[in-house]
């Protein structure tokens, strides 16, 4: 309500103004009063000219100031409120529909609980501000609760809901030790945790810092509406010049003015970035800066850096050659899943899993021994065997051996995304130009643009300064280009591209900061998603830019031929505003 505090005491003031006219006529009280009414309805508009005429900067503004002088100048009280009443209303309407695109982002800070139970002596305690909790405290989370800090769990088990980090519909089985992220959902019973970062730090208040710095920048769009500004000013000058030249006749200047108010170009162009950025932000995108929504709808070539992008990050058993034909496959997985069960190794990991996929059976590993850069070593059922890396094999293998003879090797590979060939063959569509900088080598990266089957530009063994080096290249022959990664290593290309995006899901990594596109999870297709949305903001911005200017003409020439006094253009300015406005809101839906 208080947006539209200024609009109604401006309305009350015409209207006090009316009855006086009609009482007194033209009484000294009522021209005072109406000069008031107009002076507070014009009051930012007059504050603003005077800060851009200081500042040496156009203004599309200065129409509508100089259709408020007009309209004073030869007695048309009336009307200059109006143009008042008009202008605030359209701020306040601005403001409206700019609160209304920022709703989703808003809903982000609105999730997490502002205090929480400390956990005492196995009991709940106390209730603080979130705020006030350090990293060491325990703190106690209800069912169904947003768990706010980033933390340890403490109960011997827990489901979480991750989907608002990681854009995965799954409910994820937490054990005790196991780490904890804010912003994520406690949907099993309720647990204790203890606390490992302050709530500045924390997971959840690194997207909240992105999305509040988004919403402070300035719009780029704004920017593009003053490209437009000195043709359409022109325009209106030579329209109300032409009328007067023919008419001599004050009115029709006034006429031509008040339709020529810029609203729509000043309100449209934020009011459908934010709605852009809105709309990003329901599918789980963050977009660091409005500008880049700009920029991605211009993107001329993408560059992808391979593990973690467009690879799942996560090394898969490829082959399995075995070389002791006296052991069989489902020994061998039995093994080697044994000596690495409780190994964080990714490679380890790998093995056990595929040991799952081949039903091999479970043993247990005793005198366990890593050697870091060599190996590990364990006793199973009674015999030592070691896995290692195999001496003169090509790509990522290890092999297992007894104290005699090797028994088998394991041949890893990157596991490629299940979408990113149809994801790419899209792009590819679209005209883009795919690069792939990756720092694996040649065969790898081969092997990877072999089975998307794609035309690909590859660049293998890349350092970061490679990266770099690769994104300038195409930047200095005049190529928009976009560089989307995962990693630290990928940190200086997306910082050097014109628009950077990064997969991640630990949103104080150096990618994350060097990125302008933030996608919460791993999928590919929040790339399609957030250039769609770019391109779809875009236009409707340029469709409410050029919607406005057109019917402003139309209404201008009407005016021009006295089919439109100025009070009626006043309200068909207002209307064009408002029909503007809303279809900048379009931007919004996703």
């Known amino acids: ?46 504050r603003d000219t005077i800060i851009s005429l200081w500042r040496r900067h156009f203004a599309l503004d200065y129409i509508a100031l100089l259709s408020i002088v007009v309209g004073v100048a030869s007695g ?39 205090d929480v139970f400390l956990w005492r002596n196995n009991a709940k305690d106390k209730k603080i501000p979130i705020a006030s909790v350090v990293a060491g405290e325990e703190i106690f989370v209800h069912k169904g609760e947003v768990i706010p800090l980033d933390g340890i769990l ?3 088990i827990a489901l979480t809901d991750e989907s608002s980090l990681t854009g995965e519909p799954y409910v994820m089985e937490k054990m005790q030790g196991d780490p904890l992220r804010s912003g994520t959902v406690n949907v099993g019973q309720s647990i204790a945790m203890r606390v490992t970062k302050p709530e500045t730090d924390s997971t959840y208040r690194k997207i909240i810092d992105m999305v509040q710095r988004a919403q402070n920048e300035q719009s780029p769009l704004v920017r593009i509406a003053d490209r437009y500004s000195i043709f359409f000013t022109l325009i209106t000058l030579a329209i109300a010049g032409v009328a007067f030249f023919f008419t001599q006749d004050t009115r029709l200047i006034l006429a031509v003015l008040v339709i020529a108010t810029p609203c729509p170009l000043i309100l449209a162009t934020p ?26 709808s211009r993107v001329q070539a993408m560059v992808f850096d391979k593990t973690g992008t467009i690879t799942l990050g996560k090394p898969r058993v490829a082959t399995l050659t075995i070389h002791d034909r006296g052991t069989t496959e489902q020994d061998i997985y039995m093994i080697a899943a044994a000596i690495e069960r409780h190994s964080l190794h990714p490679l380890a990991k790998a093995i056990v899993e595929a040991a799952k996929e081949h039903h091999a059976p479970q043993a247990p590993a005793t005198d366990v021994e890593e050697r870091i850069g060599v190996g590990v070593s364990a006793s199973v059922n009674g015999k030592r065997y070691t896995l290692a890396k195999a001496p003169g094999e090509k790509g990522l293998a290890i092999q297992l051996r007894d104290d005699t003879h090797d028994i088998a090797t394991f041949l890893f590979e990157d596991e490629i995304k ?94 994350s900061e060097a990125a302008d596109v933030v996608f919460l999870g791993g999928d590919l297709s929040l790339v399609l998603s957030s250039l769609l949305v770019a391109k779809r903001t875009m236009q409707i911005a340029l469709q409410s830019i050029w919607f406005g200017i057109g019917a402003s003409i139309v209404g201008m020439l009407f005016a021009a031929f006295g089919f439109l006094p100025p009070l009626a253009g006043a309200l068909a300015q207002e209307i064009i505003d408002v029909l503007v406005i809303v279809n900048a809101l379009r931007a919004s839906r996703s």
Request: hydrophobic fraction near 55%; charge should be neutral; aromatic fraction near 6%.
């Open 418 to 511: 299940k979408d990113s060939k149809n994801i790419l063959h899209t792009l590819k569509a679209w005209g883009l130009q795919l690069f792939i900088f990756t720092g694996d080598k040649g065969e790898a990266a081969d092997r990877v643009v072999t089975e998307l089957d794609q035309q690909i530009t590859v660049k293998a063994s890349c350092t970061p300064e490679d990266k770099v080096l690769g994104v300038q290249a195409l930047r200095e022959k005049g190529i928009v280009t976009a560089m989307v990664g995962d990693g630290l290593n990928d940190a200086p290309a997306l910082a050097s591209a014109d628009v950077g995006m990064v997969f991640s899901n630990e949103e104080h990594t150096a990618a």
């Open 154 to 156: 403490l109960a011997p």
């Open 271 to 296: 009011i459908a970035l934010i709605g852009g950025m809105n709309a990003c932000a329901k599918k789980n995108i963050i977009v660091k800066k409005l500008s880049s929504i700009e920029v991605l």
């Open 1 to 46: 309500m208080k947006l539209f505090i200024i609009p109604l005491i401006v309305l009350l003031g015409i209207a006090t103004y009316a009855v006086l006219f009609f009482a007194y006529h033209l009484s000294t009280v009522a021209i005072v009063l109406i000069l008031a009414i107009i002076f507070i309805g014009s009051f930012h508009l007059i």
């Open 76 to 114: 048309e009280y009336l009307v200059a409120a109006v143009i008042a009443l008009m202008l605030s209303s359209g701020e306040a309407l601005e403001k409206y529909a700019v609160a209304r695109a920022k709703n989703s982002l808003t809903a982000l800070t609105n999730r997490i609980p502002s």
